[in-house]
């Protein structure tokens, strides 16, 4: 079960990830993105986790919408 303390922490460390893949200009280590994203997206939020935030805390979520096919 994801606590809100690991959920949160994939969010953060999501973004961060993301930043560190925004600057570099070329990744030289062999599935260094691959095992980051296995790490971070194991508590990283479902749709229906954010729909539920976003029921209770619309000024700060947006209700997810479906996956494009």
């Given at each position: 079960m994801t606590t809100?303390?690991?959920r949160t922490k994939a969010v953060v460390e999501t973004r961060a990830f993301l930043e560190i893949l925004a600057a570099a200009e070329d990744i030289s280590v062999a599935g260094l993105v691959q095992s980051l994203a296995v790490c971070l997206l194991r508590h990283y939020p479902l749709d229906i986790d954010i729909a539920v935030s976003a029921a209770a805390v619309p000024t700060l979520?947006?209700?997810p919408h479906g996956k494009k096919p």
């Amino acid at each position: 079960m994801t606590t809100p303390y690991e959920r949160t922490k994939a969010v953060v460390e999501t973004r961060a990830f993301l930043e560190i893949l925004a600057a570099a200009e070329d990744i030289s280590v062999a599935g260094l993105v691959q095992s980051l994203a296995v790490c971070l997206l194991r508590h990283y939020p479902l749709d229906i986790d954010i729909a539920v935030s976003a029921a209770a805390v619309p000024t700060l979520w947006a209700q997810p919408h479906g996956k494009k096919p």
